[in-house]
């Protein structure tokens, strides 16, 4: 089964408004990361928080990280047009050096102009 | 800017064909990783590579090989399509010891 999954699967909001997307996981992790899909096309890394981190800021982006929920958020404030595209989660849960990412499946956010 | 490309956007084969997907980073990455995308499922790894002619299996390798012959490059091979390979490959490459993966445009495969 995933390790992080994404809640809600789909967000549709006006142009100016924040969107939060949640993730929850299920083992201990070293880090989680979020990356940003627009359609049809790679993902695009946005933001890493540590596991013993438990705010990060990035421009509009806000994570916040709650170990002791194995949960997530992302915060777009402000948002536009431009932000429409798929959201996912990664943990990174690995050790020795060999660190894998297991994804979710994503949250779909729709910003209306 | 670290760049992954990957040889195809749009690939349609037959059932049985053997398939190859290439991808190329041209930023000296150690990592490199295969993942399949398939809606509600997220991404899946298909399998990864730690260095040149290294290779370590994912979650979903069945049906699946690679090669890396050399550090820039990261083949996926499908040895005989088949219909549920029908997907969005997704190739990604990281620096070794880095978290973060860079990925490339990806392939979306069709298979008839």
């Known amino acids: 089964s995933q390790q992080g999954e994404e809640d809600p699967q789909a967000l549709s909001i006006q142009e100016g408004e924040n969107a939060t997307m949640n993730c929850s996981y299920k083992?201990?992790?070293?880090?989680l990361q979020w990356y940003r899909q627009n359609s049809g096309r790679g993902l695009v890394h946005l933001i890493l928080i540590r596991s013993n981190e438990r705010e990060k800021h990035s421009g509009r982006l806000r994570v916040t990280l709650d170990t002791s929920k194995k949960s997530s958020s992302l915060l777009i404030t402000a948002s536009r047009a431009a932000d429409t595209a798929s959201y996912f989660c990664?943990?990174?849960?690995?050790?020795?050096?060999?660190?894998?990412?297991?994804f979710g499946a994503g949250t779909r956010l729709a910003v209306h102009p | 800017d670290v760049k992954v490309t990957q040889s195809s956007r749009y690939l349609v084969k037959r059932t049985g064909e053997k398939v190859f997907l290439e991808c190329v980073q041209d930023m000296d990455h150690e990592n490199m990783f295969w993942y399949r995308q398939d809606p509600g499922l997220g991404l899946r790894l298909i399998y990864f590579?730690?260095?040149?002619?290294?290779?370590e299996k994912g979650d979903i390798p069945e049906g699946y090989s690679v090669s890396r012959e050399k550090k820039e490059r990261f083949s996926l091979i499908l040895e005989s399509a088949s219909t549920n390979q029908t997907s969005m490959y997704l190739c990604a490459s990281r620096l070794a010891g880095q978290e973060t993966q860079y990925f490339g445009p990806g392939t979306r495969l069709l298979v008839l």
């Open positions: 990664a943990t990174d849960a690995g050790s020795g050096g060999y660190n894998k990412l297991i």
């Open positions: 083992t201990s992790i070293n880090n």
């Open positions: 590579s730690y260095d040149v002619k290294m290779k």
